[in-house]
Structures are given as structure tokens and as C-alpha cells.
């Protein structure tokens, strides 16, 4: 098991950037494929991007292509999600998740998530 907790969540001006972190309990390299999830007000919760358990693979959701990369080139138990130009519609309720395995699937550990709001 393992626990994550998310942080870097902020208000933001359409263009800006914020990094978001999450600090596992544990170390999670080579162990845990990890991902970031998010969820609007009124909306379900929707895939923004994972890594691989190497660090070696990456995959991002259309919408974040180019703008967002996930990371976890720092501390083992930790990664990260730098977001540049950041739209309006980028506002919403950011979860970091782990799993187990490759980073396509379903995931099973979820951090209590961070708010990111971008104002236009």
C-alpha cells in the first residue's frame, strides 16, 4: 500500500504556470506506474497524464499534450506535474494515483487532491 498526498494547488492567471507535487509514502520508482487525474466542478473525474514505473514512458491526455509534463526525476517517493499555459478550462480538482504494473489500467491508491484555478 501506500499513501500520496498532493500539493502546489494555487489560484492562476490564463497563460501562468504552477508544479504540482505528490509525495508518496513511500518509495514508488520502479515500483508504482503513476498518473494524475482531475475533476471539474459538475464533471467526472478525467485522465491528464502517467508515467511508467521507470520513468522511462509517458502519456498525456490530448488536452494537456505539449503544455503539461509529468515527472519523477527527484526524490523516489515523489512526482511532479509542471503546468504552462494554463487555460480556464484547466481549472479543476488535480489527483495524483498509483498503481502497481504498467501505467495503463486501473489505479489504486488516490491522493485527497490539490485545486488548481485558473482565472481568464
Known amino acids: 500500500q501506500v499513501q500520496l498526498a498532493e500539493s502546489g494547488g494555487g489560484l492562476v492567471q490564463a497563460g501562468g504556470s504552477l508544479k504540482l507535487s505528490c509525495a508518496a509514502s513511500?518509495?514508488?520508482?520502479?515500483?508504482?506506474?503513476m498518473a494524475w487525474f482531475r475533476q471539474a466542478l459538475g464533471k467526472e473525474r478525467e485522465f491528464v497524464a502517467a508515467?511508467?514505473?521507470?520513468?522511462?514512458?509517458?502519456r498525456y491526455a490530448d488536452s494537456v499534450k505539449g503544455r503539461f509534463t509529468i515527472s519523477r526525476d527527484g526524490a523516489p517517493n515523489m512526482v511532479y506535474l509542471e503546468m504552462n499555459t494554463l487555460k480556464a478550462e484547466d481549472t479543476a480538482m488535480y489527483y495524483c494515483?498509483?498503481?502497481?504494473?504498467?501505467?495503463?489500467?486501473?489505479?489504486?491508491?488516490w491522493g485527497q487532491g490539490t485545486q488548481v484555478t485558473v482565472s481568464s
Open positions: 494515483a498509483a498503481r502497481q504494473g504498467a501505467f495503463v489500467g486501473q489505479y489504486d491508491y
Open positions: 508515467i511508467s514505473r521507470s520513468g522511462g514512458s509517458t
Open positions: 513511500r518509495p514508488t520508482a520502479n515500483v508504482f506506474a
